[in-house]
Protein backbone atom coordinates (compact mmCIF):
# COMPACT_ATOMS: atom_id res chain seq x y z
CA UNK A 1 0.00 0.00 0.00
CA UNK A 2 2.91 2.55 0.88
CA UNK A 3 5.67 3.44 -0.23
CA UNK A 4 9.35 2.54 0.53
CA UNK A 5 8.85 4.25 3.73
CA UNK A 6 12.34 3.73 5.14
CA UNK A 7 14.19 6.37 6.92
CA UNK A 8 18.23 6.42 6.75
CA UNK A 9 20.13 8.17 9.77
CA UNK A 10 22.47 8.80 7.75
CA UNK A 11 20.59 10.84 5.07
CA UNK A 12 19.59 13.23 7.92
CA UNK A 13 17.66 16.15 6.75
CA UNK A 14 18.67 18.57 9.17
CA UNK A 15 21.62 18.43 7.53
CA UNK A 16 22.03 21.35 4.72
CA UNK A 17 20.42 20.50 1.11
CA UNK A 18 23.16 20.85 -1.53
CA UNK A 19 20.50 21.07 -4.74
CA UNK A 20 19.66 24.99 -4.90
CA UNK A 21 16.02 24.40 -5.67
CA UNK A 22 15.25 22.08 -2.91
CA UNK A 23 12.76 23.66 -0.57
CA UNK A 24 13.75 22.96 3.16
CA UNK A 25 10.14 23.48 4.47
CA UNK A 26 9.26 20.76 1.83
CA UNK A 27 11.90 18.21 2.17
CA UNK A 28 11.01 18.62 6.11
CA UNK A 29 7.46 17.81 5.88
CA UNK A 30 8.41 14.65 2.90
CA UNK A 31 10.49 13.21 5.41
CA UNK A 32 8.22 13.19 8.19
CA UNK A 33 5.59 11.96 6.23
CA UNK A 34 8.37 8.80 4.89
CA UNK A 35 8.63 7.90 8.84
CA UNK A 36 4.61 6.17 8.66
CA UNK A 37 5.28 2.59 7.60
CA UNK A 38 1.81 2.54 7.79
CA UNK A 39 -2.30 3.88 7.98
CA UNK A 40 -2.63 2.34 11.07
CA UNK A 41 0.82 3.33 12.75
CA UNK A 42 0.54 6.05 15.38
CA UNK A 43 3.57 8.03 16.21
CA UNK A 44 4.15 10.59 19.09
CA UNK A 45 6.37 13.94 18.69
CA UNK A 46 9.45 12.45 20.23
CA UNK A 47 9.52 9.60 17.88
CA UNK A 48 8.87 11.80 14.77
CA UNK A 49 11.87 13.95 15.88
CA UNK A 50 14.09 10.65 16.70
CA UNK A 51 13.51 9.32 12.92
CA UNK A 52 14.27 12.31 11.21
CA UNK A 53 16.56 14.32 13.77
CA UNK A 54 14.64 17.40 13.75
CA UNK A 55 14.47 20.46 16.49
CA UNK A 56 11.10 19.20 18.87
CA UNK A 57 9.91 22.96 17.62
CA UNK A 58 10.51 22.54 13.94
CA UNK A 59 8.84 19.42 13.80
CA UNK A 60 5.61 20.49 15.70
CA UNK A 61 5.26 23.39 13.87
CA UNK A 62 5.55 20.84 10.42
CA UNK A 63 2.93 18.06 12.05
CA UNK A 64 0.20 20.53 12.87
CA UNK A 65 0.64 22.09 9.36
CA UNK A 66 0.28 18.44 7.71
CA UNK A 67 -2.89 17.77 10.16
CA UNK A 68 -4.57 21.18 9.11
CA UNK A 69 -4.19 20.46 5.18
CA UNK A 70 -5.71 16.67 6.32
CA UNK A 71 -2.36 14.70 5.55
CA UNK A 72 -1.93 13.74 9.13
CA UNK A 73 -4.54 13.41 12.09
CA UNK A 74 -4.45 13.62 15.28
CA UNK A 75 -4.62 10.61 18.01
CA UNK A 76 -5.45 11.56 21.34
CA UNK A 77 -3.16 14.26 22.54
CA UNK A 78 0.25 13.37 21.71
CA UNK A 79 0.36 10.96 18.19
CA UNK A 80 -0.20 11.65 14.78
CA UNK A 81 -1.52 9.09 12.20
CA UNK A 82 -1.26 8.86 8.21
CA UNK A 83 -3.98 10.32 6.55
CA UNK A 84 -3.13 10.46 2.83
CA UNK A 85 -5.21 7.61 0.68
CA UNK A 86 -5.13 8.93 -2.58
CA UNK A 87 -1.33 9.15 -3.24
CA UNK A 88 0.28 5.56 -3.55
CA UNK A 89 2.85 3.77 -5.38
CA UNK A 90 1.69 0.70 -5.16
CA UNK A 91 -1.23 -1.95 -3.25
CA UNK A 92 0.76 -4.85 -1.88
CA UNK A 93 -1.51 -8.03 -2.86
CA UNK A 94 -0.90 -10.65 0.11
CA UNK A 95 -2.06 -14.07 -0.18
CA UNK A 96 -3.86 -15.47 2.82
CA UNK A 97 -4.19 -19.43 3.48
CA UNK A 98 -6.12 -20.40 6.11
CA UNK A 99 -6.41 -23.77 8.00
CA UNK A 100 -9.70 -24.16 7.57
CA UNK A 101 -13.52 -22.39 7.89
CA UNK A 102 -14.41 -25.02 10.85
CA UNK A 103 -12.63 -24.09 13.88
CA UNK A 104 -13.73 -20.42 15.71
CA UNK A 105 -11.33 -19.56 16.25
CA UNK A 106 -9.69 -19.71 12.50
CA UNK A 107 -12.96 -18.12 11.13
CA UNK A 108 -12.10 -15.41 13.51
CA UNK A 109 -8.39 -14.85 12.26
CA UNK A 110 -9.42 -14.31 8.74
CA UNK A 111 -12.31 -12.04 9.79
CA UNK A 112 -9.81 -9.95 11.82
CA UNK A 113 -7.09 -10.09 8.67
CA UNK A 114 -9.62 -9.21 6.33
CA UNK A 115 -10.57 -6.29 8.12
CA UNK A 116 -7.11 -5.03 9.24
CA UNK A 117 -6.41 -5.90 5.14
CA UNK A 118 -8.83 -3.01 4.07
CA UNK A 119 -8.22 -0.62 6.93
CA UNK A 120 -4.71 -0.47 5.16
CA UNK A 121 -5.51 -0.62 1.82
CA UNK A 122 -4.11 -4.07 0.87
CA UNK A 123 -5.31 -6.49 -1.36
CA UNK A 124 -5.78 -10.00 0.18
CA UNK A 125 -6.02 -13.37 -1.79
CA UNK A 126 -8.04 -15.74 0.38
CA UNK A 127 -7.75 -19.60 0.17
CA UNK A 128 -8.36 -22.75 2.54
CA UNK A 129 -6.56 -25.35 3.04
CA UNK A 130 -8.90 -26.98 5.14
CA UNK A 131 -6.24 -29.11 7.05
CA UNK A 132 -5.38 -31.00 3.89
CA UNK A 133 -1.46 -30.90 2.72
CA UNK A 134 -2.50 -31.52 -0.73
CA UNK A 135 -4.22 -28.39 -0.78
CA UNK A 136 -1.96 -26.56 1.19
CA UNK A 137 0.19 -27.38 -2.33
CA UNK A 138 -2.37 -26.51 -4.43
CA UNK A 139 -2.37 -23.20 -2.59
CA UNK A 140 0.99 -22.43 -2.49
CA UNK A 141 1.30 -23.02 -6.55
CA UNK A 142 -1.51 -20.66 -6.77
CA UNK A 143 -0.02 -17.92 -4.65
CA UNK A 144 3.06 -17.76 -6.99
CA UNK A 145 0.66 -18.09 -10.24
CA UNK A 146 -1.31 -15.07 -9.04
CA UNK A 147 2.16 -13.42 -8.16
CA UNK A 148 1.30 -12.14 -4.94
CA UNK A 149 4.21 -9.74 -3.21
CA UNK A 150 3.73 -11.82 0.49
CA UNK A 151 1.97 -15.24 1.91
CA UNK A 152 0.43 -15.89 5.04
CA UNK A 153 -0.18 -19.51 5.53
CA UNK A 154 -1.74 -21.28 8.01
CA UNK A 155 -1.20 -24.97 7.74
CA UNK A 156 -0.55 -27.69 10.54
CA UNK A 157 0.95 -30.75 8.18
CA UNK A 158 4.63 -30.68 9.11
CA UNK A 159 5.10 -33.14 6.47
CA UNK A 160 4.87 -30.52 3.62
CA UNK A 161 6.13 -27.33 5.27
CA UNK A 162 9.74 -27.46 3.55
CA UNK A 163 8.27 -28.04 0.06
CA UNK A 164 5.66 -25.17 0.67
CA UNK A 165 9.01 -23.11 1.93
CA UNK A 166 11.20 -24.02 -1.68
CA UNK A 167 8.16 -23.05 -3.46
CA UNK A 168 8.00 -19.89 -2.14
CA UNK A 169 11.75 -19.45 -1.67
CA UNK A 170 12.31 -20.08 -5.88
CA UNK A 171 9.75 -17.69 -6.36
CA UNK A 172 11.32 -14.92 -4.40
CA UNK A 173 8.02 -14.21 -2.64
CA UNK A 174 8.42 -13.75 1.18
CA UNK A 175 6.25 -15.47 3.70
CA UNK A 176 4.65 -16.17 7.05
CA UNK A 177 4.01 -19.38 8.80
CA UNK A 178 0.90 -19.11 11.41
CA UNK A 179 1.47 -21.41 14.33
CA UNK A 180 3.02 -24.15 12.56
CA UNK A 181 6.69 -22.99 11.55
CA UNK A 182 8.13 -23.35 7.99
CA UNK A 183 11.94 -23.06 6.73
CA UNK A 184 12.58 -19.44 5.74
CA UNK A 185 9.07 -18.15 6.98
CA UNK A 186 8.78 -15.53 9.62
CA UNK A 187 6.61 -17.28 12.67
CA UNK A 188 3.87 -15.51 13.79
CA UNK A 189 2.05 -17.31 16.57
CA UNK A 190 1.82 -19.21 20.03
CA UNK A 191 4.39 -19.86 22.58
CA UNK A 192 2.76 -23.33 22.93
CA UNK A 193 5.09 -24.76 25.50
CA UNK A 194 4.71 -21.74 28.13
CA UNK A 195 0.79 -21.60 27.00
CA UNK A 196 0.54 -25.71 28.11
CA UNK A 197 2.77 -24.97 30.71
CA UNK A 198 0.24 -22.17 32.67
CA UNK A 199 -2.51 -24.61 32.06
CA UNK A 200 -1.14 -27.87 33.58
CA UNK A 201 -0.10 -25.73 36.64
CA UNK A 202 -3.29 -24.56 37.01
CA UNK A 203 -4.97 -28.15 36.73
CA UNK A 204 -2.96 -29.33 39.06
CA UNK A 205 -3.78 -27.25 41.33
CA UNK A 206 -7.69 -27.92 40.77
CA UNK A 207 -6.93 -31.33 41.29
CA UNK A 208 -5.30 -30.56 44.79
CA UNK A 209 -8.40 -28.62 46.00
CA UNK A 210 -11.36 -30.99 44.30
CA UNK A 211 -9.56 -34.36 44.59
CA UNK A 212 -7.19 -34.61 47.32
CA UNK A 213 -4.21 -34.82 44.97
CA UNK A 214 -5.01 -37.62 43.47
CA UNK A 215 -5.65 -38.47 40.04
CA UNK A 216 -5.89 -42.11 38.22
CA UNK A 217 -5.12 -41.32 34.68
CA UNK A 218 -3.74 -38.53 32.37
CA UNK A 219 -5.29 -37.97 28.89
CA UNK A 220 -3.35 -35.30 26.00
CA UNK A 221 -5.33 -35.13 23.04
CA UNK A 222 -2.60 -33.65 20.34
CA UNK A 223 -2.03 -33.38 16.57
CA UNK A 224 0.65 -35.18 15.38
CA UNK A 225 0.44 -33.61 12.04
CA UNK A 226 1.87 -30.33 13.60
CA UNK A 227 5.11 -32.76 14.73
CA UNK A 228 6.31 -31.05 17.58
CA UNK A 229 4.81 -27.75 17.63
CA UNK A 230 1.73 -28.04 18.72
CA UNK A 231 1.93 -30.96 20.67
CA UNK A 232 4.76 -28.57 22.69
CA UNK A 233 1.32 -27.34 24.27
CA UNK A 234 0.75 -30.90 26.04
CA UNK A 235 4.79 -31.42 26.95
CA UNK A 236 4.12 -28.00 28.74
CA UNK A 237 0.61 -29.44 29.95
CA UNK A 238 2.49 -32.60 31.94
CA UNK A 239 5.25 -30.59 33.05
CA UNK A 240 2.83 -27.68 35.01
CA UNK A 241 1.64 -30.81 36.22
CA UNK A 242 4.29 -32.42 37.45
CA UNK A 243 5.69 -29.17 38.69
CA UNK A 244 2.87 -28.92 41.21
CA UNK A 245 2.28 -32.06 41.84
CA UNK A 246 5.24 -34.03 41.56
CA UNK A 247 3.22 -37.58 41.95
CA UNK A 248 1.61 -36.99 38.95
CA UNK A 249 4.46 -38.90 37.17
CA UNK A 250 3.48 -42.43 38.45
CA UNK A 251 0.10 -41.89 36.84
CA UNK A 252 -0.26 -43.40 33.67
CA UNK A 253 -0.40 -40.98 30.47
CA UNK A 254 -2.36 -41.97 27.17
CA UNK A 255 -1.51 -40.06 23.74
CA UNK A 256 -4.29 -39.87 21.34
CA UNK A 257 -4.24 -37.80 17.85
CA UNK A 258 -7.02 -35.99 16.90
CA UNK A 259 -6.67 -35.41 13.07
CA UNK A 260 -5.55 -31.53 13.13
CA UNK A 261 -7.70 -30.86 16.12
CA UNK A 262 -10.86 -31.65 15.22
CA UNK A 263 -14.14 -31.74 16.84
CA UNK A 264 -15.30 -35.31 15.55
CA UNK A 265 -11.57 -37.07 15.89
CA UNK A 266 -11.79 -36.19 19.33
CA UNK A 267 -15.09 -37.63 20.48
CA UNK A 268 -14.29 -40.85 19.08
CA UNK A 269 -11.43 -41.25 20.36
CA UNK A 270 -12.49 -40.54 23.78
CA UNK A 271 -15.78 -42.50 23.29
CA UNK A 272 -13.74 -45.58 22.04
CA UNK A 273 -10.87 -45.34 24.64
CA UNK A 274 -13.75 -45.23 27.44
CA UNK A 275 -16.07 -48.34 26.19
CA UNK A 276 -14.72 -50.99 28.07
CA UNK A 277 -13.26 -49.33 31.21
CA UNK A 278 -15.29 -46.95 33.69
CA UNK A 279 -13.22 -43.33 34.04
CA UNK A 280 -12.43 -42.30 37.46
CA UNK A 281 -10.73 -38.95 38.37
CA UNK A 282 -9.36 -38.23 34.57
CA UNK A 283 -7.03 -35.08 33.73
CA UNK A 284 -7.37 -34.39 30.43
CA UNK A 285 -4.69 -31.83 28.32
CA UNK A 286 -6.55 -30.70 24.93
CA UNK A 287 -4.58 -29.04 22.16
CA UNK A 288 -7.35 -26.61 21.33
CA UNK A 289 -11.04 -25.88 23.03
CA UNK A 290 -12.40 -28.01 19.68
CA UNK A 291 -11.35 -31.13 21.45
CA UNK A 292 -11.80 -30.31 25.00
CA UNK A 293 -15.29 -29.90 24.48
CA UNK A 294 -15.38 -33.20 22.23
CA UNK A 295 -14.09 -34.74 25.64
CA UNK A 296 -16.71 -33.17 27.61
CA UNK A 297 -19.53 -34.12 25.69
CA UNK A 298 -17.65 -38.10 25.80
CA UNK A 299 -17.89 -37.98 29.12
CA UNK A 300 -21.51 -36.49 29.87
CA UNK A 301 -22.59 -39.45 27.79
CA UNK A 302 -21.97 -41.40 30.31
CA UNK A 303 -22.97 -39.41 32.92
CA UNK A 304 -19.67 -39.39 34.64
CA UNK A 305 -18.56 -35.47 33.72
CA UNK A 306 -17.75 -35.24 37.52
CA UNK A 307 -15.06 -37.48 37.24
CA UNK A 308 -13.15 -35.47 34.46
CA UNK A 309 -10.96 -32.40 34.48
CA UNK A 310 -10.49 -30.63 31.26
CA UNK A 311 -7.90 -28.22 30.32
CA UNK A 312 -7.93 -26.22 26.77
CA UNK A 313 -6.44 -23.78 24.84
CA UNK A 314 -7.41 -21.03 22.64
CA UNK A 315 -10.74 -19.70 24.89
CA UNK A 316 -12.92 -19.54 21.56
CA UNK A 317 -16.63 -18.25 22.91
CA UNK A 318 -17.79 -21.88 23.08
CA UNK A 319 -15.27 -22.76 25.68
CA UNK A 320 -15.79 -19.39 27.57
CA UNK A 321 -19.97 -20.25 27.73
CA UNK A 322 -18.83 -23.66 29.30
CA UNK A 323 -16.56 -21.70 31.79
CA UNK A 324 -19.56 -19.83 33.09
CA UNK A 325 -21.30 -22.84 33.72
CA UNK A 326 -18.56 -23.82 36.13
CA UNK A 327 -18.50 -27.28 33.93
CA UNK A 328 -15.22 -29.77 34.03
CA UNK A 329 -13.85 -27.76 31.44
CA UNK A 330 -11.65 -25.91 34.19
CA UNK A 331 -9.39 -23.24 32.21
CA UNK A 332 -8.29 -22.53 28.71
CA UNK A 333 -5.40 -20.12 27.48
CA UNK A 334 -6.40 -17.02 25.18
CA UNK A 335 -4.85 -16.23 22.25
CA UNK A 336 -6.82 -13.34 21.05
CA UNK A 337 -7.20 -14.83 17.87
CA UNK A 338 -9.08 -11.03 16.90
CA UNK A 339 -5.67 -9.47 17.12
CA UNK A 340 -4.58 -11.64 14.73
CA UNK A 341 -5.05 -9.53 11.70
CA UNK A 342 -3.90 -5.90 12.59
CA UNK A 343 -0.16 -7.48 13.85
CA UNK A 344 -0.20 -9.96 10.74
CA UNK A 345 -0.93 -7.13 8.38
CA UNK A 346 1.44 -4.86 10.39
CA UNK A 347 4.40 -7.49 10.31
CA UNK A 348 3.62 -7.86 6.08
CA UNK A 349 3.94 -4.00 5.57
CA UNK A 350 7.32 -4.16 7.63
CA UNK A 351 8.86 -7.26 6.05
CA UNK A 352 7.60 -5.80 2.02
CA UNK A 353 9.21 -2.20 3.47
CA UNK A 354 12.60 -4.24 4.29
CA UNK A 355 12.28 -3.36 7.80
CA UNK A 356 14.19 -5.38 10.83
CA UNK A 357 11.92 -8.31 11.41
CA UNK A 358 12.67 -10.90 14.22
CA UNK A 359 12.67 -14.21 13.07
CA UNK A 360 9.62 -15.29 15.56
CA UNK A 361 6.65 -12.85 16.61
CA UNK A 362 4.87 -14.23 19.52
CA UNK A 363 0.92 -13.67 20.49
CA UNK A 364 0.16 -13.15 23.78
CA UNK A 365 -1.72 -15.31 25.71
CA UNK A 366 -3.64 -15.27 28.90
CA UNK A 367 -5.31 -17.98 31.36
CA UNK A 368 -8.54 -17.89 31.55
CA UNK A 369 -10.72 -19.58 34.32
CA UNK A 370 -14.52 -19.86 35.52
CA UNK A 371 -13.37 -16.99 38.12
CA UNK A 372 -11.79 -14.57 35.77
CA UNK A 373 -14.07 -15.20 32.77
CA UNK A 374 -16.31 -12.33 32.99
CA UNK A 375 -13.46 -9.81 33.96
CA UNK A 376 -11.47 -10.88 30.66
CA UNK A 377 -14.46 -11.66 28.10
CA UNK A 378 -16.77 -8.67 29.64
CA UNK A 379 -18.81 -8.10 26.59
CA UNK A 380 -19.69 -11.80 25.46
CA UNK A 381 -23.28 -11.50 26.15
CA UNK A 382 -23.77 -8.70 23.35
CA UNK A 383 -22.86 -11.76 20.61
CA UNK A 384 -25.37 -13.98 22.29
Same mark, same amino acid.
Given at each position: ????????????????????????????? &???????????????????????????????????? #???????????????????????????????????????????????????????????????????????????????????????????????? &???????????????????????????????????????????????????????????????????????? #??????????? #???????????????????????????????????????????????? #??????????????????????????????????????????????????????????????????? &?????????????????????????
Amino acid at each position: MFRNMEYRQSSKISSPVTCPYTVQSIARA &AAILNVFSSSTEVLELRTVCNRTQLRKTTAFRILET #LVEVGWLSRVGKHGYRYQIHSVRTKRFRIGYAALSNLSPFTRTVTESLSLASNASNVELLVLNNRYSPRLALVNADRFIAEKVDLVIDSQVNFSVA &AQIAAKFSDAAIPFIAVDIPHPGAIYFGADNYNAGKMAGQYLARWTNTHWNGTANQIIFLGTDAAGPYHNAR #LTGMYDGICEV #LPKAKNVPVCHFDTKGGQFEAALNVVRKHFRSRKPRRVLVGAVNDSTA #LATLQAFRELGLEEECAIIGQDASIEAREELRRSSRLVCSVAYFPETYGQRLVQLALDILNRKPIPP &AVFTKHQLVTQENVNKIYPNDSWTN
